[in-house]
């Protein structure tokens, strides 16, 4: 069973920075996509970044583009968000999940595509 814990969240101000870590275990992290998703109060789940196992290539939701930064560290078994010019509208709490059986190519993004989700971790953003 793949357990996820992310950290790292807390309070901040508007133009601060953040660093996320999700530490998985009990499966084989290297050989899976992850992806980090956030819930804000009264929104629906919604996908923010993934990686591939493979090449750790990288895709962002268009909130995130320019300002986030997915990384992983597979001796670790460890990925990053790096959140930076954050925003009051990023307050949220901040999920990683893991896809165990990713697509050849394709980076997914829908949540039900996810297998292992962590408990989350949440960001607040002041302004």
């Known amino acids: 069973q793949v357990q996820l814990v992310e950290s790292g969240g807390g309070l901040v101000q508007a133009g601060d920075s953040l660093r996320l870590s999700c530490a998985a275990s009990?499966?084989?992290?290297?050989?899976?996509?992850m992806g980090w998703f956030r819930q804000a109060p009264g929104k629906e789940r919604e996908f923010v970044a993934a990686?591939?196992?493979?090449?750790?290539?990288?895709y962002y939701a268009d909130s995130a583009k320019g300002r986030f930064t997915i990384s992983r560290d597979n001796a670790k078994n460890t990925v990053y968000l790096q959140m930076s010019r954050l925003k009051p509208e990023d307050t949220a709490v901040y999920y990683c999940?893991?896809?165990?059986?990713?697509?050849?190519?394709?980076?997914?993004?829908?949540?039900?595509?996810?297998?292992?989700w962590g408990q989350g971790t949440q960001v607040t953003v002041s302004s």
């Open positions: 999940a893991a896809d165990s059986s990713p697509h050849t190519v394709l980076i997914r993004t829908r949540q039900v595509e996810y297998e292992y």
């Open positions: 990686i591939k196992w493979r090449d750790s290539i990288t």
């Open positions: 009990g499966g084989t992290f290297s050989a899976y996509d």
